[in-house]
């Protein structure tokens, strides 16, 4: 089954605990992006990789890093995460952007609070 | 700044009716998408319209696209319950990535 898996569905931590959330798609996509969504701000882009060791800011990169070493796996990390990024996080991946048809295949989301 | 803005922001109909739903933006685009969204969960990809295209149809869906004034709207025929969800539309610049509007809540009223 072609997927978008995140890990983990759910984080509680403190400030200043690094964390990563992994994503893993499985359908060759060169494309991969990370957003979060907060209401009333709708999905904001915080990184993009238009393919392996090729990233790029989004919207919203402060306080992120990421990196793509692999072309299935995109892990975005928080060296220092703070309240502030208290958020939903989604994962996306694609075709190349550019391509006839690209439509964004999204992971089921990370919900991660920052105490 | 958004890219694109969704209008209105929050809809209420009832079972059967039809849906309309608009999405704005500022500059020039290759295509405009439209995703679903059920609470919390991750965005659905509906539609793809090209800029070169001015209406698309995919079962229910009708989308329309109007370059000159940089407006796309999304409309959805013969509502159901299980139609209630957040719609987006997503607009590509330069080919390089999407750029998401706020959303629309859609509810549907049995």
């Known amino acids: 089954e072609a997927q978008v898996t995140q890990n983990p569905r759910y984080l509680i931590t403190v400030t200043g605990k690094k964390l990563t959330v992994t994503c893993s798609q499985n359908m060759n996509h060169e494309y991969m992006s990370w957003y979060r969504q907060d209401p009333g701000l709708g999905l904001r882009q915080i990184y993009y990789?238009?393919?392996?060791?090729?990233?790029d800011k989004g919207d919203v990169p402060e306080g992120y890093k990421v990196s793509r070493k692999e072309k299935r796996n995109f892990p975005l990390i928080l060296e220092s995460p703070s309240p502030n990024q208290t958020s939903l996080y989604f994962c996306?991946?694609?075709?190349?952007?550019?391509?006839?048809?690209?439509?964004?295949?999204f992971g089921p989301g990370t919900r991660l609070t920052v105490t | 700044s958004q890219q694109g803005e969704e209008d209105p922001q929050a809809l209420s109909i009832q079972e059967g009716e039809n849906a309309t739903m608009n999405c704005s933006y500022k500059?020039?685009?290759?295509?405009l998408q439209w995703y679903r969204q059920n609470s919390g969960r991750g965005l659905v990809h509906l539609i793809l319209?090209?800029?070169?295209?001015r209406e698309k149809h995919s079962g229910r869906l009708r989308v329309t696209l109007d370059t000159s004034k940089k407006s796309s709207s999304l409309l959805i025929t013969a509502s159901r319950a299980a139609d209630t969800a957040s719609y987006f539309c997503a607009t590509d610049r330069h080919g390089s990535r999407l750029t998401f509007g706020e959303g629309t809540q859609l509810t549907v009223n049995p």
């Open positions: 990789s238009m393919n392996v060791e090729v990233t």
């Open positions: 319209i090209r800029s070169n295209e």
């Open positions: 500059t020039s685009i290759n295509n």
């Open positions: 996306a991946s694609s075709l190349t952007p550019g391509t006839d048809t690209y439509e964004q295949y």
